[in-house]
């Protein structure tokens, strides 16, 4: 998927890794569902705009926050 981005209308870098320092794990997003082994959760990926370093976050799996 293509991204632009919203500050300045250039094409995105896609696909950067997302490292917390000391942690290499990374983001993850998750979400807490009702019943047992319900949690669904997506590393966060990062697109960074090579014009002005803006920093986008997204997941790749986002249809399964959507059950």
Same mark, same amino acid.
């Given at each position: 998927?293509?991204?632009?981005?919203?500050?300045?209308?250039?094409?995105?870098?896609?696909?950067?890794?997302? !490292?917390?320092?000391?942690?290499?794990?990374? /983001?993850?997003?998750? #979400?807490?569902?009702?019943?047992?082994?319900?949690?669904?959760?997506?590393?966060?990926?990062?697109?960074?705009?090579? !014009?002005?370093?803006?920093?986008?976050?997204? /997941?790749?799996?986002? #249809?399964?926050?959507?059950?």
């Amino acid at each position: 998927m293509k991204r632009i981005c919203n500050q300045c209308q250039t094409e995105m870098i896609n696909d950067c890794k997302v !490292n917390v320092e000391y942690d290499l794990s990374g /983001i993850t997003i998750s #979400q807490k569902r009702k019943g047992l082994f319900k949690n669904v959760s997506a590393k966060t990926k990062a697109a960074v705009c090579p !014009n002005c370093g803006n920093v986008a976050f997204y /997941i790749d799996d986002y #249809q399964i926050f959507n059950k």
